[in-house]
């Protein structure tokens, strides 16, 4: 993996200087890949200012990944367009977040699994006070969710259901007796995403990481409350039908975010974002 952006004197090294410092077992300007520790650096959450109280300063983070034609997904899932660098930042994203926000959707697409606790990250995370791993938070308005699945009978953290105060009474007693927690965030059916944010953040929660689907990512961005984007760019083509990053209805004024880090490996980009 190498930086592209922003330009160090190693991005800059004409490409004669880094031939010669390739690892002589490999080819002239191979990449090394990164550690966990380099990558967790490139993606820590921004400082929080001195004396903050949790909850007050919630940061919410996006990872997304799209083909060079904009499909965010192929036959319903993001794996096909991924790789194992992009699997690497997803897990490194998601062992820095106190929550990682996904829509209802996703968790059935995906076959989600609740976030397991990293050796590597174990340290970090309890001298930041965090749970061993992230708890995960499912937004859906129905919860037509299958309550039988390890998301809900077997996490490390207790999965949150982020709905509207007209759930189904019946659902949500059915999410509770599976164990997840159940957070009101709404005054009708669906789920207000400042509320779901400040929600979170009552309960500590305020490294924010959501992982889509392109349904809530659109929600979010609506709403105004996406702080970041990292977006991987595929380097595949992929035609048809599939959904873009964000769906939904088109904001008035398009939003506008500044590139704050450019990594490149094996043709896939991996950009990060931030709200200007």
Same mark, same amino acid.
């Given at each position: 993996?190498?930086?592209?952006?922003?330009?160090?004197?190693?991005?800059?090294?004409?490409?004669?200087?880094?031939?010669?410092?390739?690892?002589?077992?490999?080819?002239?300007?191979?990449?090394?890949?990164?550690?966990?520790?380099?990558?967790?650096?490139?993606?820590?959450?921004?400082?929080?200012?001195?004396?903050?109280?949790?909850?007050?300063?919630?940061?919410?983070?996006?990872?997304?990944?799209?083909?060079?034609?904009?499909?965010?997904?192929?036959?319903?899932?993001?794996?096909?367009?991924?790789?194992?660098?992009?699997?690497?930042?997803?897990?490194?994203?998601?062992?820095?977040?106190?929550?990682?926000?996904?829509?209802?959707?996703?968790?059935?697409?995906?076959?989600?699994?609740?976030?397991?606790?990293?050796?590597?990250?174990?340290?970090?995370? =309890? *001298?930041?006070?965090? !749970?061993?791993? +992230?708890? #995960? &938070? $499912?937004? /859906?308005?129905?919860?037509?969710?299958?309550?039988?699945?390890?998301?809900?009978?077997?996490?490390?953290?207790?999965?949150?259901?982020?709905?509207?105060?007209?759930?189904?009474?019946?659902?949500?007693?059915?999410?509770?007796?599976?164990?997840?927690?159940?957070?009101?965030?709404?005054?009708?059916?669906?789920?207000?995403?400042?509320?779901?944010?400040?929600?979170?953040?009552?309960?500590?929660?305020?490294?924010?990481?959501?992982?889509?689907?392109?349904?809530?990512?659109?929600?979010?961005?609506?709403?105004?409350?996406?702080?970041?984007?990292?977006?991987?760019?595929?380097?595949?083509?992929?035609?048809? =039908? *599939?959904?873009?990053? !964000?769906?939904? +209805?088109? #904001? &008035? $004024?398009? /939003?506008?975010?500044?590139?704050?880090?450019?990594?490149?490996?094996?043709?896939?980009?991996?950009?990060?974002?931030?709200?200007?």
């Amino acid at each position: 993996m190498r930086r592209l952006f922003p330009v160090t004197d190693e991005t800059a090294a004409p490409a004669s200087d880094q031939a010669r410092e390739a690892p002589a077992a490999g080819p002239a300007g191979a990449e090394r890949e990164w550690s966990l520790d380099e990558l967790a650096a490139a993606y820590a959450y921004p400082e929080r200012t001195p004396g903050a109280v949790a909850g007050d300063l919630p940061w919410l983070r996006a990872n997304m990944v799209s083909t060079l034609d904009g499909a965010a997904q192929h036959d319903g899932r993001s794996q096909p367009i991924s790789n194992a660098a992009d699997m690497r930042i997803f897990g490194t994203l998601r062992a820095l977040a106190d929550v990682v926000l996904v829509g209802a959707e996703t968790v059935r697409q995906e076959g989600y699994r609740p976030a397991r606790a990293r050796a590597e990250f174990a340290a970090s995370r =309890a *001298a930041a006070g965090q !749970a061993p791993a +992230p708890a #995960v &938070a $499912v937004v /859906s308005a129905g919860l037509d969710l299958d309550f039988s699945l390890p998301l809900f009978t077997a996490p490390l953290v207790p999965t949150l259901i982020l709905t509207g105060a007209a759930a189904p009474r019946d659902r949500i007693a059915a999410a509770e007796k599976a164990g997840a927690r159940v957070l009101i965030a709404g005054d009708g059916a669906g789920v207000e995403p400042a509320r779901a944010v400040r929600a979170l953040a009552e309960l500590g929660h305020t490294r924010l990481l959501t992982e889509g689907g392109p349904r809530l990512l659109g929600q979010l961005v609506a709403a105004g409350v996406l702080d970041e984007l990292c977006l991987t760019v595929s380097p595949m083509l992929t035609a048809g =039908a *599939a959904q873009r990053i !964000a769906g939904g +209805p088109s #904001v &008035a $004024v398009p /939003s506008r975010f500044a590139l704050v880090s450019l990594l490149e490996e094996d043709g896939f980009l991996f950009s990060r974002y931030q709200r200007v």
